[in-house]
Protein backbone atom coordinates (compact mmCIF):
# COMPACT_ATOMS: atom_id res chain seq x y z
CA UNK A 1 0.00 0.00 0.00
CA UNK A 2 1.84 3.14 -1.34
CA UNK A 3 -0.79 5.67 0.05
CA UNK A 4 -1.30 4.02 3.65
CA UNK A 5 -1.23 7.88 5.59
CA UNK A 6 -4.03 8.57 3.13
CA UNK A 7 -6.59 5.61 5.15
CA UNK A 8 -5.64 6.52 8.45
CA UNK A 9 -6.35 10.30 7.23
CA UNK A 10 -9.76 9.20 5.56
CA UNK A 11 -10.52 7.23 9.38
CA UNK A 12 -9.35 10.36 10.92
CA UNK A 13 -11.66 12.07 9.40
CA UNK A 14 -14.72 9.77 9.13
CA UNK A 15 -14.32 8.77 12.90
CA UNK A 16 -14.36 12.95 13.31
CA UNK A 17 -17.34 12.99 11.60
CA UNK A 18 -18.76 10.09 12.67
CA UNK A 19 -18.60 11.09 16.39
CA UNK A 20 -19.22 14.71 16.13
CA UNK A 21 -22.64 14.37 14.35
CA UNK A 22 -23.90 10.73 15.64
CA UNK A 23 -23.77 9.01 12.69
CA UNK A 24 -22.36 6.33 10.78
CA UNK A 25 -19.15 6.94 9.79
CA UNK A 26 -20.52 4.71 6.09
CA UNK A 27 -21.98 8.08 5.55
CA UNK A 28 -18.37 9.59 4.81
CA UNK A 29 -16.37 6.29 4.55
CA UNK A 30 -18.45 4.73 1.67
CA UNK A 31 -18.30 7.95 -0.52
CA UNK A 32 -14.95 8.20 0.28
CA UNK A 33 -13.83 4.57 -0.57
CA UNK A 34 -15.87 5.14 -4.15
CA UNK A 35 -14.82 7.94 -5.39
CA UNK A 36 -11.21 8.83 -3.53
CA UNK A 37 -10.17 5.47 -3.36
CA UNK A 38 -11.63 3.71 -6.10
CA UNK A 39 -13.30 0.81 -4.54
CA UNK A 40 -16.13 -1.18 -5.69
CA UNK A 41 -19.18 0.19 -3.81
CA UNK A 42 -19.93 -3.11 -1.92
CA UNK A 43 -16.32 -3.45 -1.12
CA UNK A 44 -16.44 0.17 0.25
CA UNK A 45 -19.78 -0.69 2.05
CA UNK A 46 -18.12 -3.95 3.70
CA UNK A 47 -15.01 -2.19 4.34
CA UNK A 48 -16.55 1.14 6.33
CA UNK A 49 -18.60 -1.54 7.92
CA UNK A 50 -15.65 -3.37 9.39
CA UNK A 51 -14.00 0.33 10.32
CA UNK A 52 -16.86 1.18 12.31
CA UNK A 53 -16.79 -1.73 14.79
CA UNK A 54 -13.62 0.33 16.87
CA UNK A 55 -14.58 3.94 15.93
CA UNK A 56 -18.62 3.24 16.76
CA UNK A 57 -17.37 1.47 20.35
CA UNK A 58 -14.76 4.35 21.11
CA UNK A 59 -17.32 6.74 20.21
CA UNK A 60 -20.35 5.18 22.28
CA UNK A 61 -18.12 5.19 25.37
CA UNK A 62 -17.40 8.45 25.06
CA UNK A 63 -20.40 9.21 25.16
CA UNK A 64 -21.88 7.42 27.88
CA UNK A 65 -18.84 8.80 30.21
CA UNK A 66 -19.93 11.85 29.63
CA UNK A 67 -22.12 13.06 32.85
CA UNK A 68 -23.91 15.51 30.63
CA UNK A 69 -25.17 13.46 28.17
CA UNK A 70 -27.63 10.36 28.90
CA UNK A 71 -27.33 7.75 26.89
CA UNK A 72 -30.40 5.23 27.28
CA UNK A 73 -28.98 1.35 28.07
CA UNK A 74 -32.48 0.20 27.43
CA UNK A 75 -33.19 2.02 23.57
CA UNK A 76 -29.58 0.93 22.32
CA UNK A 77 -30.16 -2.40 23.77
CA UNK A 78 -33.87 -2.76 21.24
CA UNK A 79 -32.38 -0.52 19.17
CA UNK A 80 -28.89 -2.92 19.30
CA UNK A 81 -31.73 -5.88 18.66
CA UNK A 82 -33.21 -4.70 16.13
CA UNK A 83 -29.88 -3.34 14.05
CA UNK A 84 -28.01 -6.66 14.23
CA UNK A 85 -31.40 -8.49 12.74
CA UNK A 86 -31.71 -5.66 10.41
CA UNK A 87 -27.77 -6.05 9.75
CA UNK A 88 -28.02 -9.53 8.50
CA UNK A 89 -31.38 -9.03 6.13
CA UNK A 90 -29.52 -6.16 4.19
CA UNK A 91 -26.01 -8.18 4.25
CA UNK A 92 -28.08 -10.54 2.60
CA UNK A 93 -30.23 -8.17 0.35
CA UNK A 94 -27.25 -6.22 -0.81
CA UNK A 95 -25.45 -9.29 -2.44
CA UNK A 96 -28.84 -9.56 -4.91
CA UNK A 97 -28.62 -5.58 -6.11
CA UNK A 98 -26.72 -4.33 -8.65
CA UNK A 99 -23.80 -1.89 -7.86
CA UNK A 100 -24.93 0.88 -9.49
CA UNK A 101 -28.42 0.88 -8.21
CA UNK A 102 -27.00 0.31 -4.64
CA UNK A 103 -25.05 3.44 -5.45
CA UNK A 104 -27.95 5.64 -6.50
CA UNK A 105 -30.03 4.42 -3.31
CA UNK A 106 -27.16 5.09 -1.20
CA UNK A 107 -26.89 8.45 -3.14
CA UNK A 108 -30.69 9.11 -2.62
CA UNK A 109 -30.70 7.77 1.27
CA UNK A 110 -28.13 10.91 1.99
CA UNK A 111 -30.48 13.15 0.16
CA UNK A 112 -32.99 12.28 1.87
CA UNK A 113 -31.54 12.17 5.42
CA UNK A 114 -29.90 15.52 4.95
CA UNK A 115 -32.76 17.34 3.84
CA UNK A 116 -35.18 15.76 6.52
CA UNK A 117 -32.95 16.67 9.10
CA UNK A 118 -32.49 20.46 8.18
CA UNK A 119 -36.18 21.05 7.36
CA UNK A 120 -36.51 19.60 10.85
CA UNK A 121 -34.08 21.90 11.92
CA UNK A 122 -36.54 24.75 11.01
CA UNK A 123 -39.13 23.93 13.28
CA UNK A 124 -40.19 25.02 16.71
CA UNK A 125 -39.99 21.46 18.39
CA UNK A 126 -38.25 18.38 18.86
CA UNK A 127 -39.99 16.54 21.61
CA UNK A 128 -38.65 12.81 22.16
CA UNK A 129 -41.02 9.77 20.78
CA UNK A 130 -40.68 7.79 24.17
CA UNK A 131 -42.23 9.74 26.79
CA UNK A 132 -39.84 7.79 29.28
CA UNK A 133 -37.49 10.15 27.66
CA UNK A 134 -39.05 13.62 29.00
CA UNK A 135 -36.17 14.10 31.06
CA UNK A 136 -33.59 14.42 28.14
CA UNK A 137 -33.21 17.66 27.27
CA UNK A 138 -34.31 19.00 23.95
CA UNK A 139 -31.72 21.70 21.35
CA UNK A 140 -34.58 24.48 22.61
CA UNK A 141 -33.40 23.87 25.94
CA UNK A 142 -29.96 24.42 25.55
CA UNK A 143 -29.77 27.16 22.37
CA UNK A 144 -26.18 27.80 23.38
CA UNK A 145 -25.24 24.43 21.79
CA UNK A 146 -24.62 23.73 18.49
CA UNK A 147 -27.44 21.66 16.76
Known amino acids: MEHWYLFIL ?25 MGFGLAQKSAQGTALVVMIPMALVGAIR ?27 GSQLV ?34 IDPSLSHVSTDEERPDEPI
Open 10 to 34: AGLCAGMVSSLFGVGAGIVMVPLLV
Open 63 to 89: YKLNPEIEVSLPVSALMGLGGVVGALI
Open 95 to 128: FSIPSLVLKRMFAVFIIIAGLNMFIKTLKKSAKP
